[in-house]
């Protein structure tokens, strides 16, 4: 039975062969802890932990590949950055289209002391810069927002945003889980200060896997989550404070950061253009398939050059729960109902307690894929407007 997967937004499948073969072949062949014996198993390693670290920092146009670190996914990185820099008076601004796994951080230090404004987007999720302007105050200290939104695919002014926050020495965080390999960016040139990643999304990783972007001389203004073997100045008894150790504690995943690494470099061989250029067509496709459909109502800008290929959709009278299980049951086409972690951002677009259907398409997905999916949501639809 051929699966059509349309989950890429909440994980990406399926994964590059060069991914999985570089997993295996460190199972079989390496399989040592890094950094923490003088065997030859142990330094290749540590070997596969610094390739990767510079394919990335490649990847995003950062310099020193000392500035990447490893975490097991995007919401790790996203809690080492709130809960190591904030303190109590500590003022942020962030966006109504944010996912949890910045909120819940965010709402938890709310109850120690720091002060939140939560700029309101629209209900096409778009965000105008000059509202984060407004919203800066003396005691800002972080601006926090995700790159593109997880729920409708709508890509945030992040440049703009960015020169605001470096014209008043605010440091500027992007939460990138949804568009790290599929959308071009480069934090030197776009005055990024911190970007959060995960693996297993548009890096075609394993799941697992993640990291943080820190530029440099920022590291200081963080307090580490962790502390705990490095394989590092293990003569002492305090944590090191040197990057990217600072941060890393404890036996890293280095069979994901294998695979990682491998499905980084594919990445970098296929083009984030053309990984784009693709995915944006994709989704052109099928908006211009469904928009016209009675009873479908899509969320979210339709211009595809403003959002990556991730779209909401509901039809008239149905719950999204049902809709999504006919689709896998009748159709095999996998998708995802409900609020997505995220839902200020369906509180914003209306969508709200219910949630949408979300279609996440990626590099692997096809035109007929597509036409395939618009003449299933045609069906359902029909059948619905038949029962009414």
């Known amino acids: 039975m051929k699966y059509i997967y349309f989950d890429n937004a909440a994980t990406s499948w399926p994964k590059p062969t060069c991914m999985i073969e570089a997993m295996v072949d460190f199972n079989n062949n390496i399989g040592a802890n890094p950094g923490r014996s003088a065997h030859r198993l142990s330094i290749e390693a540590a070997r596969i932990l610094f390739n990767t670290r510079e394919l990335m920092a490649s990847l995003i146009g950062a310099k020193d590949p000392d500035t990447i670190i490893f975490t097991r996914n995007a919401t790790k990185g996203l809690n080492i950055l709130i809960h190591g820099l904030l303190k109590p008076g500590d003022h942020v601004i962030t966006t109504s289209m944010e996912h949890n796994s910045v909120m819940r951080p965010l709402r ?3 109850k120690e002391g720091i002060e939140i404004t939560v700029i309101k987007s629209s209900s096409e999720g778009e965000l105008d810069p000059k509202d984060v302007l407004k919203a800066i105050k003396k005691n800002t200290t972080l601006i926090i927002t995700t790159h593109a939104s997880n729920v409708v695919g709508t890509i945030m002014p992040i ?4 020169k605001i926050a470096r014209e008043r020495d605010i440091i500027y965080c992007i939460d ?7 959308v071009n960016i480069q934090v030197k040139e776009q005055l990024i200060d911190i970007l959060v990643f995960t693996g297993h999304k548009s890096l075609y990783g394993p799941q697992g896997t993640g990291g943080i972007y820190l530029k440099k001389g920022l590291e200081k203004r963080i307090k580490p989550l962790e502390q705990g073997g490095t394989g590092s100045r293990s003569e002492y008894e305090e944590h090191p404070d040197f990057m990217p150790d600072r941060f890393e504690s404890g036996t890293p995943n280095t069979i994901g ?5 491998a499905s980084i470099d594919y990445i970098k061989t296929l083009g984030v253009e053309n990984i784009r250029k693709k995915e944006m067509h994709l989704t052109k496709l099928f908006l211009d398939a469904v928009t016209s459909i009675k009873g479908v109502k899509v969320y979210g800008v339709n211009d595809v050059n403003k959002k990556i290929p991730v779209v909401s959709f509901n039809i008239k009278g149905m719950m999204p729960s049902d809709i999504s299980y006919i689709l896998d049951r009748e159709f095999n086409i996998m998708s995802r ?3 997505h972690c995220a839902p200020s951002a369906h509180r914003t677009i209306g ?3 219910e949630g949408t259907v979300r279609f996440g398409f990626g590099m692997f997905n096809t035109e007929e894929e597509i036409k395939i999916a618009a003449e299933a949501i045609e069906k359902i639809a029909l059948g619905q407007k038949k029962k009414q």
């Open 108 to 110: 938890s230090k709310e």
């Open 159 to 162: 440049d703009e945003i960015a």
């Open 176 to 182: 990138g889980a949804q568009t790290v390999g599929s």
């Open 257 to 261: 950061i294998a695979g990682l690494g």
């Open 337 to 339: 109902p409900g609020l």
């Open 351 to 353: 969508s709200f307690p």
